[in-house]
């Protein structure tokens, strides 16, 4: 067959081949003549018979491949040791060729390992494992470099119940991931900082983190020197919990009746008017009508968005010394504590305003990561999904097969 020749192997001779039904079945035997060296002494091994080894090959057209590989045995007097010869183009332990696992990383990128499973009748774990394999060569063939990285965005991640939090490291520019731990701490960022050179700690200048101390305290110590940005999104979302907060507070103090006035209407106060249809907005507008406590959650709410909003640096700190004053003076202890809170991080927040770096980037993983959970059914492993991550963000990982 005409497939023939590409099945061909340094060091092994194919000696037969026979095609049934959609399986086409290929042997080998053992062709070179030269010395067998033990790798780890490097005296002269000794034969001692050959082992049958099953390999499967990339599929062609709608045929399997099956190959039948003789690999000698080699005893080596010095070290006391057996080792099986085996070609160097497949796996040492897979049942594999390289071509077949590189094959199947390439569709990893598309398609799911249950579909991927049916149509190459391989198990999903060896979908999964194959996928790994080569995601790791390349990885360790083409390594991150860290030199000339001006801006990061930190930020954690929730992965579900098994795998927890882990901590995310991104490129701010360019958007590729350049680290990803289990944890939400600064014990989270420690390996990270450490495997850093002097140098390339100098060249970054900005980092954008949520308002979590545990990152502020691990750039404190390792970067000193760069400038922190909060970011507006995370900001957003606590003024968010602090409607939450009102919202459940002023619940406790209603009666039944009162009660299913606002049960229901979270949502309400937390989208922006411009987003409701206009049924909503009369609804929205009843509900603050009659409660004087949500009425300022969702005004103070409404403010900090057009703080962000503004383009000029001058505009938008004005206007954000002027939120925290209306927040430090409402009747709201959720809103008084998170004024508190962001006057006492105002630099950070300000450099927001000065650089406009945000996590805009990092939040766009989310949907990466749920595509690589769809696809794998569950997540493996968190440096696979590191992995992973690393394909899909980085254009120097470029395929080795």
């Known amino acids: 067959m005409n497939i023939i020749p590409a099945l061909e192997m340094k060091g092994w001779r194919i000696s037969a081949s026979d ?75 897979r049942g594999m060729t390289l071509r077949l696992m590189g094959y199947i990383s390439r569709l990893m990128q ?14 999903q774990s060896s979908i999964l494992r194959a996928d790994k394999y080569i995601l790791e060569l390349t990885n360790k063939a083409r390594p991150i470099n860290m030199n000339g990285r001006h801006g990061l965005i930190i930020d954690e991640k929730f992965l579900g119940r098994d795998k927890k939090f882990v901590t995310c490291v991104i ?8 680290w990803l731990k289990e944890g939400k701490s600064a014990d ?20 954008s983190i949520d308002r979590g101390n545990a990152y502020l305290k691990a750039l404190r110590q390792h970067l000193p020197h760069v400038k922190v940005s909060f970011d507006p999104f995370h900001i957003v979302k606590n003024v968010n919990d602090a409607i939450d907060e009102v919202r459940r507070e002023v ?30 907005q009369e609804e929205l507008e009843e509900l603050l009508q009659i409660n004087k406590p949500l009425q300022e959650a969702y005004l103070l709410k409404e403010e900090i968005r057009l703080v962000f909003q503004f383009s000029s640096f ?27 809170t962001l006057s006492r991080h105002a630099q950070q927040v300000l450099n927001f305003f000065r650089y406009r770096l945000t996590s805009g980037r990092i939040e766009g993983m989310n949907s990466m990561i749920a595509r690589i959970q769809l696809k794998t059914r569950g997540l493996p492993s968190v440096d696979y999904l590191r992995l992973k991550l690393r394909q899909l963000t980085s254009p120097s990982f470029t395929r080795l097969f």
């Not at 790798?39 to 709608?62: E, F």
């Not at 490129?171 to 350049?178: K, R, V």
């Open 19 to 93: 095609c049934t039904g959609n399986q086409i079945v290929v042997k080998y035997e053992f062709a070179s003549d030269k010395e067998i060296i033990c790798k780890a002494c490097n005296s002269r091994m000794q034969r001692r018979g050959t082992r049958q080894l099953v390999v499967v090959d990339t599929p062609y057209m709608q045929y399997d491949i099956s190959m039948q590989i003789e690999t000698p045995r080699a005893y080596c007097p010095n070290c006391h040791k057996y080792a099986v010869i085996r070609p160097e183009a497949i796996h040492p332990s």
């Open 110 to 123: 598309e398609t799911s390992a249950r579909l991927l499973s049916g149509i190459l009748r391989l198990s």
């Open 171 to 178: 490129d701010a520019y360019t958007g590729e991931i350049l």
């Open 188 to 207: 989270s960022l420690e390996e990270f900082f450490s495997e850093l050179t002097l140098e390339q700690k100098e060249d970054i200048e900005l980092v």
């Open 251 to 280: 619940c406790k103090k209603l009666g039944k009746e009162e009660k299913k006035l606002i049960k229901g209407k979270r949502y309400l106060l937390l989208r922006g008017e411009e987003n409701l249809r206009e049924d909503k």
């Open 314 to 340: 001058e505009r938008c700190s004005k206007a954000f010394e002027k939120w925290l004053t209306l927040a430090s003076a409402s009747s709201l202890k959720p809103f008084k504590r998170l004024a508190k």
